[in-house]
């Protein structure tokens, strides 16, 4: 039975906090959230202890490990005071923002020799994952291009467009991390293109609301990466691998298998709306490898360096917008 | 190049003749037809001959072949006539809808040894016929059940209805003929049973709109047919072949494969409104498939037998709904 | 907060149990196991007390509900021990396989105003509970027919073969209440037939292991049910819904959303292997719906009464196979 | 009744003589075939008059119009010698792999009025038709993403890579066309990136085999394509539109609707081998508009000019790839 301490009980946190839950062999020990309302509500429907600060429940030696799910702008801080106190750390994606902010924040984590997985939930999606594991059994033989796309039902406030890093680095970082995953070599080439077509309260956040990457490794792979902030279908996440001996595609699962026939066509279910429901068994496999690694069965699937590099091509995936030129990266 | 004389220009026979003007190694040589401006429209698109009457049309020594697409009713008459005149026969379903008829007639054709092929289109669908061969190639091993699905668009007219033979011997029988094909085996026990749910007129007319049918054969391999006059969103035609290794089911193909996702689902084409379309293939295979007939380079895939056993589990399931009893049919 | 007791914990027994278990509103209060290796198990890995009999435990006032979950010839014992000590009830399906049992075992029932809820877990699968909402809604106008697909993985042992009370009361009794569901009004006439196809030794048990039914209800609705004891490709459980507006079809679900395209076609998952996986969900939603009449905010979704219609049908059906005849069942 | 010339009888030559044969308002009147023998066959098996050259074929005043469906190298001077002859013109694509040679042939064109329809077949497809039709009529709203894969069955020999003038104005100057034709508006900027990942021999002859493109409007909509010279399963041809209001797909239609399900997966077909047997239709539909724009009932479809901004975006994608940039094009 681990005690886990969630730091953070927005959202996203509380997907988590349920899932902890829900195992026999993990509890919510503590929670440290700056609302006083949500702290409350989460620790009276979990039996969670309130701590006041992260700081204070670090010093609780019945934490076994910790659940970063606060702000992008605290994660450095929170995965460094955890690291130091010797604490696993699951943390939400991005590190940071900052790859020099990133790189000290890794070095510090690397010192402490702690695990450090980093949320890209998307790894552990059933489709995903089969069509992952699919291609590493060798299903296609050699993989020669990948193709993503990522669409959110609706684009967020301009508000949160301003503070999120623009789109390369807020939404399609999870893709250019999937993307990565399933090319199996490290792209060094990106060209990144981008429009406001959605949304014009978010070109006047300085930011796009669609966009196209073009990755490609030094083997000559390609993978292409189409990003819109709005489907008005709800939560559209396929991904199709393509190699000498075929194609492997993992489309949109749906709520139902139900299919109606009538004078306007066959029509079968929209995709699931949005991450909560798509992404609810993802997160669930996504706490049951954490609970893994805190076993010490498993090392974790998505390192701290799995995010920097993430963000490394969404760096450059925003350069090449901002000067319409192909980037070249170190891997 | 084979001269076919084509008896009968309705929509059917039309179907036909612009099937024989669109190959190479036949021609349309001939039409009987007593709408005399159907016979002349024809004549004149085609350079056909127009003949008035059958008898007159068969002395003519350059016809190679027959096409009887007349009236049900006419059907014994045609044949029987063009085999005396020792031409090969190709004739639209059914013989005829007295079973008595159709054996003095498949008797007078047999004395002649002229080919005779029944127009069960449906054996010639690529979709029906590449589940057919298949099943022949032991992808399911042994067969065990087989289910059909047969609904027309709209009801007929219930002055077509009165004349019709009723469902089983004017509708169903494609599907008791698709049934033998595909179980490999005689049915040898029929159950049916009706219902009037689409039109009060087709009652009213002494039939049923809606029908279920369950066959079975000696060695207890099961049939299930299900048949509307009426199915809102086209012309449903549907095959499901079940046995040790698995299953093989031909859907309704579709006029594009275009899907659109919106706020309602996921919809793709409905199937083809009706045979005309969805069977616009078969019939070119149908015709291709005479045409090797009649150079002697194969048998008639649907015999007279065929049409004679179809009809015979017709009445067999005619009298099963009328008694509500299970009818044991001698193969 | 609810007490739960289970009695029997078999792999019925341990679904619920385990969902118990993940549920915040209610505990695994206590479990009644003739094995006791089965018992300690449970009892060791949930916190429930151990009791010997059920009497035993039924006088424990903290239980606040009964699952009962033990072979089918205890079920009407344990229903009316419940029943009479006011505990609310969730059985599995059959009451019995006796239909003078069931009828007595209602009786006592009623006469104590317990809630009785039958484990009719299909109800409450997504897919089949969305067509059943959308046949309410009127998405098809009125329904005409219903088609129902149902085939295990593989068969069950002869040995149990034997005390199932036959195909039609052991498997398809879940069909016959899906159609009696979505046809939305009682059949009065069964027909049924059946073969042994898929084992011999099943044959000898004195079942068949492959059969079809129709059913017809007075107004002429019809309904077709289709089971095989052993499908290669996993569990098969299909509904089709007919009606004047079209069709809507529940498919089988699939694991995830992959598709492999290679020389050999277009290839998406199989279905779920069998019940656990493919009900997970139906279970979980069964739960609930307890959970709900235990506070008053729902009425049984299944009834002591619909368990009782559908071994009616499932009667009609052995006698209609056994005589050949077409069997009238009063409803 | 039409009389067309056919100039080239080759490959496609041949498909579009066998769809002239097939109507009956056009006769194929004349060909001119430098390979004898494929000359006679299809003077002998058509009825059609053979000429030695072009020029004396366009002396006969009964030719109504030309198909040109010689070599690429030639495409220019048929183009003007028809044209001069003032003969309707139908032209594979494309005009010429020169852009300078393009625009002095279309300005012969233009000085004599007559009609030139290019062969971009694809427009003329069924699924892709419906798809233009359907965002035309406004289904999608506004469109913002247009995305193209396009993949071969297997690569062409490198003495063919030698002369094609590069995968971008051989093969992806269809699916620039299309994206121009679906975009609804021209795209002015050009990223291309491509690899040899298929057949080291089409790196040696100077050419790419996999190769990836990005097209941006001056709006801001965004277009991908994807192309590979080989996928295993066949003919791989989809489309994909993105817009305020969903999504439109054009899949891979198949020979059949069959699906079999057994241990392995649930399959259906693999698509079509190649253009021929996918495109069937779409050459069909082609050769009817051309005989509209020769009644006067249609303008070209495809238009000279259409042919010569698709070569032009060609040669933006392969300077884009050369050189590593983004490519501006002036509409």
Do not use: W
Not at 155 to 167: I, M, T
Not at 170 to 189: G, S
Not at 274 to 282: D, K, P
Request: proline share 5%.
């Amino acid at each position: 039975m681990k005690n886990l301490l969630l730091l953070g009980a927005g959202r996203i946190g509380q997907v988590h906090a349920k899932n902890v839950v829900a195992r026999k062999d993990a509890r919510l020990y503590g929670v440290v959230e700056v609302n006083a309302a949500a702290a409350a509500a989460l620790a009276d429907s979990t039996g969670a202890k309130r701590f006041d600060t992260a700081d204070e429940a670090l010093l609780d030696t019945a934490v076994d490990a910790v659940l970063i799910c606060t702000s992008t702008d605290t994660h450095v801080e929170m995965i460094v005071k955890a690291a130091r106190a010797n604490k696993p750390i699951f943390c939400e994606k991005p590190v940071d923002l900052d790859i020099k902010k990133v790189d000290a924040c890794l070095a510090e984590v690397n010192k402490t020799g702690v695990p450090l997985l980093m949320g890209f939930n998307r790894r552990f999606d059933p489709s995903f994952k089969a069509l992952r594991d699919r291609l590493q059994a060798g299903e296609l033989g050699k993989v020669e291009s990948i193709k993503i796309t990522s669409r959110d039902p609706q684009p967020p406030p301009p508000a949160y467009v301003k503070v999120s890093g623009g789109l390369f680095r807020d939404m399609m970082i999870h893709d250019l991390d999937m993307a990565r995953y399933l090319l199996a070599e490290e792209p060094t080439q990106v060209f990144a293109t981008g429009s406001v077509l959605v949304d014009p309260a978010i070109g006047e956040a300085g930011d796009v609301d669609s966009a196209m990457v073009i990755l490609k490794t030094p083997s000559g792979r390609l993978a292409h990466i189409d990003n819109s902030r709005r489907a008005a279908f709800g939560y559209d996440q396929r991904v199709e691998a393509f190699g000498e001996k075929g194609m492997l595609q993992a489309n949109n699962p749906t709520p139902t298998a139900v299919v109606a026939t009538t004078t306007t066509g066959q029509k079968s279910d929209k995709p699931f709306h949005f991450f909560l429901e798509r992404y609810a068994a993802a997160y669930q496999a996504e706490l049951e490898h954490f609970l893994a690694v805190l076993d010490g069965k498993a090392a974790p699937l998505v390192t701290g360096d799995d995010g920097r590099r993430a963000l490394v091509l969404a760096d450059a995936a925003t350069e090449s917008m901002r000067t319409g030129k192909l980037i070249e990266v170190r891997p």
